[in-house]
């Protein structure tokens, strides 16, 4: 097994960007001008010092990603059942990192897990100046039938913006990085040789799931109760842990904003809210994080 994969972003479902750009303003966080996709969708994302980021999705033209969809663009036909089936708001899939997305796309295949075909695509970046340039990407998709509500791809960043995001990643609250990403299942062993193939690391086991090394983070499969009565649900993305310069620096941002957190040992977290579709945790880096 070679070493696990980036975590490179988070896709985060919202009704639209301008409750996204609200509660993350509030939160503390630094928000990027609205990008446009080709392909019906937009964003307002939210950079890290250590490249992975946020990206707040909403659907500026639904003819446009319908059509989308129907030709085969899984990163809209995802978006749109994840809406139809959760609602406007929430944590639909996890992104890694990749230098090789045709390599993937194959590993994919092998595996039985690829969720369609290769998505290219270019869209135009505005940093928080005003300067544009043109991002481009590949994606290579994976899913698993058992966990509809879970999406998973590879981003190569096939041209990255020569424009400064500097900028764009300071933030009042101190953030610095995706230290984590939890997910829930029932029984995560079942998801096991799945999440290897994508995240490309070995489980181990924890106290309450399983943990898989990637290259710059966890992902953290954690154990969820089961509904009585009801078809075991599958695996769900539920939160996002970031690391952040100090406790007392979110404390002050979370203050300025009334916003309502929980106090752990270590750590504060604050529940999903419109515009922000996980629960995020803070934590302390380390003096060598």
């Keep these: 097994m070679m070493p696990g994969r980036q975590i490179d972003h988070c896709v985060l479902p919202t009704a639209g960007l301008d409750v996204a750009r609200k509660r993350l303003t509030a939160l503390g966080f630094t928000v990027a001008p609205r990008g446009l996709h080709p392909f019906g969708t937009e964003n307002c994302c939210v950079y890290?010092?250590?490249?992975?980021?946020?990206?707040?999705?909403a659907v500026a033209d639904?003819?446009?990603?319908?059509?989308?969809?129907?030709r085969g663009n899984m990163f809209t036909a995802r978006d749109a059942a994840f809406r139809y089936r959760l609602g406007d708001e929430g944590f639909s899939a996890l992104v890694l990192g990749t230098?090789?997305?045709?390599?993937?796309?194959?590993?994919f295949s092998r595996?039985?897990?690829?969720?369609?075909?290769?998505?290219?695509?270019?869209?135009p970046f505005?940093?928080?100046?005003?300067?544009?340039?043109?991002?481009?990407?590949?994606?290579?998709?994976?899913?698993?039938?058992?966990?509809?509500?879970?999406?998973?791809?590879?981003?190569?960043?096939?041209n990255a913006p020569a424009v400064d995001r500097s900028a764009l990643q300071r933030h009042a609250n101190g953030a610095r990085r995706i230290k984590a990403i939890v997910l829930e299942a029932p029984e995560p062993e079942d998801f096991a040789a799945f999440l290897r193939h994508?995240?490309?690391?070995?489980?181990?086991?924890?106290p309450?799931?399983?943990?898989?090394?990637?290259?710059?983070?966890?992902?953290?499969?954690?154990?969820?109760?089961?509904?009585?009565?009801?078809?075991?649900p599958g695996l769900r993305l539920a939160e996002i842990v970031f690391g952040v310069e100090s406790l007392a620096k979110v404390r002050s941002a979370f203050a300025a904003a009334a916003i309502r957190r929980e106090a752990q040992p270590g750590r504060l977290t604050v529940a999903p809210a419109a515009g922000q579709g996980a629960a995020f945790a803070f934590e302390a880096l380390s003096s060598r994080g």
Excluded: W, Y
């Excluded at 890290?48 to 999705?57: C, N, Q, R």
């Excluded at 595996?111 to 869209?123: E, P, Q, V, Y």
């Excluded at 990637?214 to 953290?220: F, Y």
């Design 99 to 107: 230098e090789d997305a045709a390599g993937d796309h194959r590993d």
């Design 111 to 123: 595996a039985g897990i690829s969720a369609g075909r290769i998505l290219n695509f270019s869209r």
């Design 126 to 158: 505005v940093d928080a100046a005003g300067r544009s340039d043109t991002a481009s990407f590949k994606l290579a998709f994976a899913a698993d039938l058992r966990a509809p509500d879970a999406f998973f791809f590879t981003c190569q960043r096939v």
């Design 208 to 232: 309450d799931g399983l943990r898989f090394g990637a290259a710059n983070g966890n992902v953290l499969v954690r154990r969820s109760a089961k509904p009585r009565g009801l078809p075991r």
């Design 62 to 70: 639904q003819v446009k990603a319908g059509i989308a969809s129907m």
């Design 48 to 57: 890290f010092a250590d490249g992975t980021f946020l990206e707040p999705l």
């Design 198 to 206: 994508v995240v490309r690391a070995m489980p181990e086991q924890t």
